[in-house]
């Protein structure tokens, strides 16, 4: 496991902080390490737990992108309801279109800078979307999506 260096944890955390308004001290007990470009959120007692067959104890919090980061949905997930910043609430209507996997367009562009937006429905965090010009670009990964009942039944 390596660990974030500490002026890397100090940068992340502050971003986090100043772009979601997730304050800094949920992760004072959490352990951060980095894999490649992702960054690995977990606690001391996962890392001490005797699992075999394990490849990582933890959850994906970010990923590096160019000179940014960007929040990971599961992060999004546990973390977004204590989010004060850029922050979309949708209609349940919408957010259903939305974990399928749909991007949404939008009739008025909520005044939010463009970029990574956590989506909320009735408070609840679904993931992240990137807000642009005439809506937002769905970034649920494929396998986080909810698919129709037709859809599955198709497959059979």
């Known amino acids: ?7 890397e944890r100090k940068a992340l955390l502050k971003w986090v902080e100043e772009r979601f308004g997730i304050p800094a001290f949920f992760f004072e007990d959490k352990i951060l390490f980095a894999r490649g470009r992702d960054i ?4 001391q007692e996962a890392t001490e737990m ?7 104890k933890g959850m994906r919090l970010a990923r590096r992108d ?3 980061y960007r929040l990971a949905t599961p992060a999004i997930q546990y973390l977004g309801s204590f989010a004060t910043r850029r922050v979309l609430d949708i209609s349940p209507k919408e957010a259903e279109r939305y974990i399928r996997g749909e991007d949404l367009l939008l009739p008025h562009l ?11 429905t009735q408070g609840r965090p679904l993931g992240s979307g990137l807000l642009r010009e005439k809506g937002i670009k ?16 198709e497959e059979r």
Not at 40 to 43: A, E, V
Not at 110 to 120: E, F, M, Y
């Open 50 to 56: 005797p699992l075999v067959q394990v490849t990582r």
């Open 40 to 43: 690995w959120m977990t606690t």
């Open 1 to 7: 496991m390596n660990l974030l260096p500490f002026h």
């Open 110 to 120: 909520p005044p939010l800078p463009r970029g990574q937006v956590i989506l909320r």
């Open 138 to 153: 769905n970034q649920i990964p494929v396998a986080h999506r909810v698919r129709k009942a037709l859809e599955v039944d």
């Open 66 to 68: 160019r000179n940014d």
